[in-house]
């Protein structure tokens, strides 16, 4: 799974000439379904020019806030969420690349007859 989403990402890269960012996906998305900054923007609870400045890279948007914009526009948070934490490592001048893995399932427990 890890290997099909950096995959993915460096196919995303190369189709928008730079890396993938939160706000470069939330822009590709707005574009794809042709909404309007603004009718984005209420959907994910923010104002459009906080959408704005997002999609521009001027503001870093959480982890937690990155799952309920995944949750709201019916995609994964995996992807989201990795986004939103590499905008945090670059903003604090690291040069990491963040990856996630989802942890393993629990086993399910059988109940007592």
């Given at each position: 799974?890890?290997?099909d989403?950096?995959?993915?990402?460096?196919?995303?890269?190369?189709?928008?000439?730079?890396?993938?960012?939160?706000?470069?996906?939330?822009?590709?998305?707005?574009?794809?379904?042709?909404?309007?900054?603004?009718e984005?923007?209420?959907?994910?609870?923010?104002?459009?020019?906080?959408?704005?400045?997002?999609?521009?890279?001027?503001?870093?948007?959480?982890?937690?806030?990155?799952?309920?914009?995944?949750?709201?526009?019916?995609?994964?948070?995996?992807?989201?969420?990795?986004?939103?934490?590499?905008?945090?490592?670059?903003?604090?001048?690291?040069?990491?690349?963040?990856?996630?893995?989802?942890?393993?399932?629990?086993?399910r427990?059988r109940?007592?007859?």
């Open positions: 799974m890890t290997t989403v950096n995959s993915t990402a460096a196919f995303l890269d190369d189709l928008i000439g730079e890396p993938l960012s939160l706000g470069s996906l939330l822009l590709a998305i707005r574009e794809a379904d042709d909404v309007p900054q603004a984005l923007a209420r959907r994910l609870g923010i104002s459009r020019s906080h959408l704005c400045d997002i999609e521009k890279g001027r503001k870093v948007v959480s982890p937690e806030r990155a799952a309920s914009f995944a949750d709201e526009l019916g995609y994964g948070r995996e992807q989201f969420v990795r986004l939103a934490l590499q905008q945090l490592v670059e903003a604090a001048g690291l040069s990491f690349k963040v990856s996630l893995t989802a942890p393993p399932k629990a086993p427990r109940r007592a007859a």
